[in-house]
């Protein structure tokens, strides 16, 4: 076992909100239970439930985008990934996330994104290339003399299936706009059962002429 942890590796399918620490969704779950918005003993359960059915983990999705849609939970959480794939060794991280829009506390696609950059900044227990070149400095490189570890990361923005044809095409801009910060590619992820595969065509055909590499999810 200790071998497999010390072998460098890479991840090429972590879902940013598919790889919070339980540690983390139970206190943000408490902090929203003594709020009054949910029953903490009711989401305790869903969250430290295994073997989950396919329902049932779409149904965690919501529950976890409940607790940590808002620009701090997010900055928070892409730090603490990153730190954990890195302290697992994992030295190359395709972190893919769903750009979302959230009225009610004026979060947009846009900022969204800009909170997940802020916690990709934010990590400290190892360097982070997201191919953004103003954060690459020589002296980084060392550390006391010994060379400090280093994560490559490159996001992928997803589009969930639930989304429309407007909104998969947002994801694409902003994916094309944020080029410089790391961004690869375009997912199309979610529920398997929900949506049709046309609604999202034309905005994969963008992405594809943009130069942006595809990756979708299907069947699982
Ligand atoms: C069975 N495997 C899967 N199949 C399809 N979509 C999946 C998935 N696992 C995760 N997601 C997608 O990733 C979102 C959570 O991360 P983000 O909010 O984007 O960071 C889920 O809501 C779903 O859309």
């Known amino acids: 076992m200790e071998s497999w942890v010390s072998m460098p590796k890479v991840e090429l399918h972590a879902h940013l909100n598919g790889s919070i620490r339980d540690s983390t969704l139970l206190e943000l779950a408490r902090g929203l239970g003594e709020k009054g918005a949910i029953v903490f003993s009711e989401v305790e359960q869903v969250i430290l439930k295994r073997d989950r059915s396919l329902k049932e983990v779409f149904r965690l999705f919501d529950l976890i985008h409940i607790l940590t849609t808002d620009q701090s939970t997010v900055t928070r959480i892409t730090k603490e990934v990153v730190e954990d794939f890195a302290s697992e060794n994992v030295v190359y991280l395709e972190l893919r996330t769903t750009p979302k829009n959230n009225d009610s506390i004026g979060m947009t696609k846009h900022s969204y994104m800009e ?106």
Do not use: N
């Not at 044809?165 to 994801?171: H, K, L, R, V």
């Not at 055909?205 to 699982?220: P, Y």
């Open 115 to 220: 909170a997940v950059i802020k916690g990709l900044r934010a990590v400290t227990t190892v360097d982070v290339d997201f191919g953004c070149h103003e954060m690459e400095s020589d002296a980084s490189d060392v550390c006391i003399g010994s060379p400090r570890k280093k994560i490559y990361i490159r996001l992928l923005l997803s589009i969930d299936r639930r989304e429309s044809t407007a909104s998969a095409m947002e994801t694409v801009k902003l994916a094309m706009e944020m080029k410089e910060l790391g961004v690869v590619g375009i997912d199309l992820s979610g529920h398997p059962l929900v949506g049709e595969w046309i609604t999202f065509l034309p905005a994969l055909q963008f992405a594809r002429e943009q130069g942006l590499s595809i990756t979708v999810h299907c069947g699982e």
